[in-house]
């Protein structure tokens, strides 16, 4: 299985941006697929996931400007990322996590495999 993250760069504030995520070993479509930043000193922190079924769910601090999406027949998952702040600056990982009803996806810990990140950085 690997996930491999890409599309991170330097933009500005206000800028938009598509991180995506690409999927060997495992169909997309059949897990969860979350995102998660890590900040340098800091915990990882939840982002967003997509259910299998296509809904999502999204942390307060990017609800309304992030959104994730799959496109099947690639096998990827993308976090668009809209009105882009510094406090987005941030290195991305995108994970995926078979479904079990005790998990929290909320956690990095529900998740079984993990991309290499890709660094985002928004300037003010």
């Known amino acids: 299985v690997q996930l491999q993250a890409f599309g991170g760069g330097l933009v500005q504030a206000g800028d938009s941006l598509t991180l995506s995520c690409a999927a060997s070993?495992?169909?997309?479509?059949?897990?969860?697929m979350g995102w998660f930043r890590q900040t340098p000193g800091k915990e990882r922190e939840f982002v967003g996931f997509?259910?299998?079924?296509?809904?999502?769910y999204y942390a307060d601090s990017v609800k309304g400007r992030f959104a994730i999406s799959r496109d099947n027949a690639k096998n990827t998952v993308y976090l668009q990322m809209n009105s882009l702040r510094p406090e987005d600056t941030a290195v991305y990982y995108c994970?995926?996590?078979?479904?079990?009803?005790?998990?929290?996806?909320?956690?990095?810990?529900?998740?079984?495999?993990w991309g290499q990140g890709t660094h985002v950085t928004v300037s003010s």
């Open positions: 994970a995926a996590a078979s479904y079990y009803s005790s998990r929290d996806y909320i956690r990095p810990a529900a998740y079984d495999n």
């Open positions: 070993g495992l169909t997309s479509s059949s897990y969860v």
């Open positions: 997509r259910w299998a079924g296509g809904s999502t």
